[in-house]
């Protein structure tokens, strides 16, 4: 070890991450003290990483974390991930941020300081890549062009920020391409609640747990956009046609639109969503490339609808990962006229039900019938604690019915999956 570069030692360190396992690794001798001092890259206070944590005080902490990152010189990341503090002074964590904002790449933080401290501005204009806040509150965001030059990936959970500054701090972000927004606070100046967010270099979007009247996205060169438990009323991309993967899961939207953007979709991945067929297929049915199709839990605005088989398999040819899972009706079984149609590509077929009905072992026979080139199939499905005995009947159909179903499709790999 005493052959070792400190630069080598520095880089050993900073795989460690946990503030109190570099200062402990550390001490093991002077050139790995200089190691810490002078090539230490990474840092990170994490509740988890010590139980001691949840014994101190807050001013102790605060005194523990200024120490050790005042014996370094040139942390690209630090993370202060403190679950169990309520808040920081100001004070200190100014200090943190002034000591380190000339160096530091990445910065994760996620405890609120009082009186509350403009972050953006002790962190803005230089080299910051990775920014992610949680549990503060952003006010008073300057219109000031690439004040983030550098940042790529930008996460903000449980802040208050207001629509005009976000919008504001996306537009100084002009290389940001991952942007992460969860159960933030919007204080919006309009009754409207509407929130315009443009940004050309944005390719990752992840939004969580907001609710608003209506969210719209200008992004050219957006490639995924993930919606999870939110209601809003309007939801509207503007995009060049660079979208590729669309998920949606859990959602209350009224007016969902995508525009021009799902002629190069390869994944629509779509749970516990109340859908009308016929608008949400005209949505995507110029996505020639899509692969993989998820439609989970979904519930139909119109008793009389259902997935329509045979226009999926005109319309996505490429498709090879096949998931449906939503309430059987007689509709439900109506594949077209016999060999009009089959999903040549597809390789996994998963299926699920919630309750379980003779319904559901027809359905299953006729799709696989559609899959000459099926390679594996999962069944998914809900079975009660306490079962009636006609379930445990039904149950037992359902069992006997595959098992004779798929002696015709010995090589079909079958999983059954229940919950």
Request: charged fraction near 20%; proline fraction near 2%.
């Amino acid at each position: 070890m005493e052959y070792l570069p400190v630069e080598v030692i520095g880089n050993i360190l900073s795989r460690l991450g946990a503030a109190r396992d570099v200062v402990i690794a550390s001490s093991t001798c002077r050139k790995w003290r200089e190691a810490w001092r002078n090539h230490l890259h990474t840092l990170t206070f994490s509740s988890n990483d010590w139980p001691v944590y949840h014994e101190l005080t807050r001013s102790r902490l605060e005194i523990i974390v200024t120490q050790t990152i005042f014996q370094t010189n040139g942390l690209h990341c630090l993370s202060i991930i403190m679950d169990d503090v309520d808040e920081f002074s100001a004070a200190p964590v100014i200090a943190w941020l002034m000591y380190t904002r000339e160096t530091l790449r990445q910065l994760h933080y996620n405890v609120r300081t009082t009186p509350n401290i403009n972050i953006l501005e002790k962190c803005g204009r230089q080299r910051l890549e990775v920014l992610a806040l949680a549990h503060n509150t952003i006010t008073g965001v300057e219109p000031s062009y690439q004040k983030f030059p550098c940042l790529r990936s930008l996460s903000l959970s449980y802040v208050s920020i207001s629509a005009l500054d976000l919008s504001l701090f996306l537009t100084a972000c002009p290389k940001v391409e991952v942007l992460s927004l969860v159960s933030i606070d919007i204080v919006m100046s309009d009754p409207q609640a509407t929130m315009e967010l443009t940004s050309n270099s944005l390719k990752d979007i992840y939004v969580e747990a907001i609710s608003l009247d209506k969210i719209i996205l200008e992004a050219d060169s957006l490639e995924k956009l993930h919606l999870k438990d939110c209601t809003l009323e309007v939801f509207e991309l503007v995009s060049k046609g660079s979208l590729r993967l669309l998920k949606i899961d859990d959602v209350s939207v009224i007016h969902l639109d995508i525009g021009e953007s799902a002629e190069n979709l390869e994944i629509v991945d779509v749970s516990n969503f109340t859908i009308m067929w016929s608008k949400f297929h005209h949505m995507i049915a110029k996505s020639s490339k899509l692969r993989r199709l998820r439609l989970w839990g979904v519930v139909f605005d119109d008793d009389d609808e259902a997935v329509d088989i045979e226009t999926i398999s005109a319309c996505f040819p490429q498709l090879s990962h096949l998931s449906l899972s939503y309430e059987l009706r007689e509709t439900a079984l109506h594949y077209g006229s016999q060999d009009s149609f089959q999903l040549e590509n597809v390789v996994v077929l998963e299926l699920g039900w919630t309750v379980i009905s003779d319904l559901f072992s027809h359905w299953v026979a006729g799709l696989l019938e559609r899959c000459p080139n099926l390679r594996k199939l999962v069944i998914y499905g809900v079975v009660s604690e306490t079962k009636t005995h006609e379930e445990c009947h039904t149950l037992a159909n359902f069992t006997s019915f595959i098992v004779r179903l798929m002696r015709k499709y010995l090589h079909v790999d079958v999983q059954f999956e229940y919950e």
